[in-house]
């Protein structure tokens, strides 16, 4: 049976997510501190960048393994100051609360952490021996071999779900320009 909610099919497109979040801060991030000036060297140097982490060997298990983590730190740190709201503090005022010094230590120290374990949890390497030809063979063990891109998106549910969206779609257009009225004046 076709589900909507099925989100396992969701991993086969991990490293178009990775891409599309580390383009997105490195662009941020260029354009908060406006280094170059222009906003094409600025989308040039992070489409550069993204590629260095995305494409080498290990960029998208780590940054998959972190994003739990940063989650739940920006979840927190968003309550945080939900807390304070509600206890009357002003917005502004809360990094004269903290020290501004203090805020930034609240929030390096734990992506510092979680930079730490997540590089732990990275797919662990064993030596396997060829029988045949006797050559050293370096296994991966802990990692699981991604689907094509091809095979998600002609999986069945995903392919409901398009025809799903598609047929809303189209019923939410015809009765927004009233094309589908039948018998109309």
Not at 26 to 41: A, D, M, Q
Not at 45 to 55: D, E, G, H, Q, R
Request: hydrophobic letters at 60%; charged letters at 10%.
């Amino acid at each position: 049976m076709a589900t909507i909610l099925d989100l396992g099919l969701l991993k086969g497109f991990v490293d178009i997510f990775v891409w599309i979040l580390v383009f997105l801060i490195v662009y941020g991030i260029l354009e908060v501190t406006n280094i170059f000036k222009n906003k094409g060297l600025h989308a040039l140097f992070a489409f550069t960048i993204t590629a260095v982490i995305v494409l080498t060997g290990g960029g998208t298990n780590i940054i998959t393994a972190m994003a739990p983590w940063v989650v739940v730190l920006a979840a927190l740190i968003f309550f945080i100051f939900v807390l304070a709201n509600f206890a009357g503090a002003d917005m502004n005022d809360l990094p004269s609360i903290f020290g501004k010094k203090a805020v930034i230590w609240i929030v390096a120290i734990p992506l510092v952490i979680i930079l730490i374990i997540s590089w732990t949890q990275t797919p662990q390497q064993k030596t396997v021996v060829d029988a045949e030809t006797g050559q050293v063979i370096v296994v991966e063990t802990a990692q699981q071999q991604p689907r094509g891109y091809i095979a998600v998106l002609t999986d069945p549910k995903i392919l409901g779900l398009v025809l799903i969206l598609a047929i809303g779609s189209m019923t939410i257009a015809l009765m927004a320009s009233g094309g589908g009225a039948v018998g109309g004046h």
